[in-house]
């Protein structure tokens, strides 16, 4: 089935046709003249859903193409985490009941689909097998740059809504926002969430690098990665002893995504 | 021989050319009522009604010119503000206009928040007064009981108040904006007049289970308290506390501010970075306005409700417009009728 399959690789125009649901769902909700209500909020949401589901089964064809996980190269890790973070906020919703902006994700969504498309699925991925650590250890770094994604769109939404209720703003953009006490409340999850998968990513990487060639890990990316490890941890530590909230919390979790979007580019880099 | 129609004259300053600040300026202490209608009295007007709410300050009075400047002489009287502060913000509307303009008013169209209910209510209060005290005649009456129909007619076959628009439904959606659930949130309303009362009722019927009510008459915040099963507190004790409450509504009556803006500076830092929100909406003010800039401490009043009220409505409008020509027709058919019954012939 892999043979057959490997005859049909996913194609540019299949991510683009992907990116458009995600780009349609992020144009109808910011339209939408009134936050989370009105048809065309609700087509939005709609098409984000379907949109993920669609995403899914790429990716699970993907990965029944290669025989792997799709994480062997820059596109299919852009994949991921376009999956990953759309699949938070919709777990955020059905779970905590907490809607981030449904454009900003899905607006996120089709960029990483776009970046993937023009990148192009590789079309001889890294061989894997025999190599289960690493497979974790990418696959729980994807699941953890996901996270911290989705906590820096939450923490824009906590500083845009902030800024809104402090300057008296209550119309426009700022009515398609959550309330701030939920923002803050789920930001400290997906931040205690992050530090937890990226060190476990960093722990089997690590194992993996003790068993094998040391040259193979490329240290950039490892101390980006041990960089944004440790904002994260402090940020969560501070956040435990109740010296880091509310605004300063959220700022410090933007600050934060910046090594992780360094460690990401370095990662995909290096899956090249 | 038929007498000359008789003429109608009212006197209105409102929020639209007075800001909060102002307004507080020209706001009817108690005793106010009585200093205006004795001066009418004294004055030969034999109508007059005075209407005196946080946003307007407003009298209707049957007369020509001459009754416009004894009305504007009683409301200097009644506010004790300085004539040049009531002059520049004190707009004469004569005859059919002021009918028109009181059937808008009366419906809620003139108010700042477009639509809302409770000035229906605070006319209705008004009128009650003036005719106690013997102050309203044939014209007024049938102008402002075709008023009180023209409002209820507005509400019900347009869609001016789509949404609830009301003081305490808007104030309870701007607390659902910094604390998503007032489930877990501790309010504290002060005061408990009309607006108190809507207050706790619409954070109530929206999900608050932790509201306190204080007053200066503690019976009143006791009283007010048990019907939604709420605490009660003295003012002296929830200001002592007031740091310990996440949403302060303000909407007692003062005449200078409950909490100034060191006390305000001092809760927000013993909150340890939990966000406060305070609602003011109290003319006067009952919170300075100096904590902008606060970190997690947001003051919203009278203005900000407008404004997040008035944020949808671009939806109200073309019901604005439709309403506003059905109560000019109606204000048109009640003022000849007025002027017909007040003539001796009819």
């Known amino acids: 089935m892999a043979a057959e399959l490997a005859a049909h690789p996913l194609t540019r125009d299949c991510l683009l046709g992907c990116a458009s649901v995600f780009l349609t769902a992020a144009v109808l909700d910011g339209l939408s003249p009134k936050a989370g209500s009105g048809k065309m909020h609700g087509a939005g949401l709609w098409l984000l859903r379907g949109g993920w589901v669609l995403l899914t089964t790429m990716l699970a064809y993907q990965g029944l193409r290669s025989h792997a996980l799709p994480i062997a190269s820059p596109a299919e890790v852009l994949l991921s985490i376009a999956w990953g973070l759309s699949g938070v906020s919709l777990f955020l919703d059905v779970t905590f009941n907490h809607r981030l902006p449904t454009w900003a994700i899905a607006g996120v969504t089709a960029l990483c689909l776009v970046s993937a498309g023009l990148l192009g699925v590789v079309e001889h991925p890294l061989d894997t097998t025999g190599k289960p650590l690493i497979v974790m250890h990418v696959g729980a770094a994807v699941l953890a740059y996901c996270v911290l994604g989705a906590q820096a769109l939450n923490s824009a939404a906590y500083l845009l809504q902030d800024r809104a209720l402090a300057r008296h703003q209550f119309g426009g953009i700022y009515a398609l926002l959550p309330a701030l006490v939920p923002l803050d409340r789920i930001g400290a999850q997906l931040m205690g969430a992050a530090v937890w998968l990226l060190g476990l990513s960093l722990v089997i990487g690590a194992t993996d690098w003790a068993q094998r060639d040391l040259a193979l890990v490329a240290a950039p990316k490892l101390v980006a990665a041990l960089i944004t490890w440790l904002a994260c941890g402090w940020i969560v530590v501070q956040r435990r002893r109740q010296r880091l909230r509310a605004a300063a919390f959220a700022r410090a979790s933007l600050v934060a995504a910046i090594p992780a979007v360094v460690a990401l580019y370095l990662s995909l880099h290096s899956a090249r | ?346």
């Open chain 2, 1 to 346: 021989m038929s007498e000359r129609p008789r003429n109608l004259v009212a006197l209105s300053a409102t929020h639209r050319t007075a800001g909060l600040d102002e307004r507080a300026a020209f706001t009817v202490p108690a005793g106010g009522a009585e200093v205006f209608y004795a001066a009418a009295r004294e004055a030969g007007l034999a109508e007059a009604v005075l209407l005196a709410t946080c946003n307007r300050l407003e009298a209707y009075a049957v007369g020509d010119e001459a009754a416009a400047l004894h009305v504007r002489s009683a409301l200097l009287k009644a506010t004790g503000a300085p004539a040049a502060v009531l002059d520049q913000h004190l707009k004469p509307v004569p005859g059919l206009e002021a009918v028109e303009h009181l059937f808008s008013v009366v419906s809620g169209l003139e108010s700042q928040m477009v639509g809302e209910v409770e000035i229906a209510g605070q006319v209705k209060d008004a009128y009650a007064d003036a005719l106690a005290r013997g102050m309203t005649g044939p014209v007024l009456n049938r102008v402002f009981q075709r008023a009180f129909q023209a409002g209820a007619w507005a509400r019900t076959n347009t869609g001016i108040s789509q949404g609830q628009v009301s003081l305490g439904n808007v104030a309870v959606e701007l607390a659902m904006r910094v604390f998503g659930s007032l489930a877990d949130a501790r309010v504290l309303v002060l005061g408990t007049g009309d607006v108190g009362r809507q207050v706790v009722q619409a954070l109530v019927s929206r999900g608050a289970s932790q509201v306190s009510v204080a007053s200066r008459t503690f019976e009143n915040a006791r009283a007010l308290a048990e019907e939604f099963s709420g605490s009660s507190l003295t003012l002296a004790d929830a200001l002592r506390q007031a740091h310990a409450h996440d949403v302060i509504v303000g909407c007692a009556t003062v005449e200078r501010a409950l909490l100034d803006a060191v006390t305000l500076r001092e809760i927000a830092g013993r909150r340890d970075g939990r966000p406060l929100l305070l609602v003011d909406l109290g003319v006067p003010r009952n919170f300075a306005s100096g904590v902008q800039g606060l970190d997690g401490t947001y003051l919203c009043d009278l203005d900000d409700l407008a404004r997040v009220s008035n944020a949808n409505l671009k939806a109200r409008l073309a019901e604005v417009d439709r309403a506003r020509v059905a109560l000019a027709e109606k204000a048109a058919r009640a003022w000849g009728a007025a002027n017909h019954q007040a003539s001796p012939e009819a």
